[in-house]
């Protein structure tokens, strides 16, 4: 009985049709993913970012990229995305870019993973049709490896670098 009663409420007051409209629908200007190829980087190495954005006013749609190199809790900073573009060193702009990972200190980006991770924040604006969006994709940064690994070849087993999909 307590269940059909929680139940009832429930679908008196909390769910309603309002509530999912805006996450259900792909509306006006959205950045659906981002893309990493390969999905971990070495610093030096070429990386190739694509943006999946639409616009669904039909109109064409700006893109500029930039890493944020403040100080992260592993996540990303929030001056990364504020306004200022303090810490903002741009990549370049267009649905896909090609970028080289900088060299940076891992204890910038935060602390790692339980696989050793560390995340370097790519800020992806888009704008369109006097709308904008600005987003953060973090790239994982081969800076740091687990006991046993190398951060380059000869990869012992389960020290291999993530290259997803395989």
């Not at 070429?46 to 100080?71: E, I």
């Not at 504020?82 to 702009?93: A, F």
């Not at 200190?105 to 600005?134: E, K, M, N």
Request: proline letters at 9%.
């Amino acid at each position: 009985m307590r269940a059909l009663v929680i139940l009832a409420l429930a679908a008196l007051g909390g769910c309603t049709e309002a509530d999912l409209s805006d996450a259900s629908f792909v509306q006006g200007l959205r950045l659906l993913g981002v893309q990493a190829e390969p999905p971990e980087a070495l610093p030096g190495q070429t990386v190739k970012l694509t943006a999946w954005v639409v616009d669904t006013r039909g109109g064409a749609v700006d893109v500029s990229w930039s890493a944020c190199l403040l100080p992260s809790n592993g996540v990303a900073n929030p001056g990364c995305t504020d306004g200022s573009g303090n810490g903002l060193v741009s990549l370049g702009s267009g649905l896909e870019i090609k970028m080289v990972m900088p060299t940076v200190d891992a204890a910038i980006l935060g602390p790692p993973d339980a696989s050793y991770g560390v995340y370097l924040p790519i800020v992806v604006h888009a704008s369109a049709a006097g709308d904008s969006l600005d987003a953060i994709y973090r790239l994982r940064a081969r800076v740091l490896v687990g006991p046993g690994c190398t951060l380059e070849p000869p990869y012992k087993p389960n020290c291999q670098p993530n290259s997803n999909p395989t």
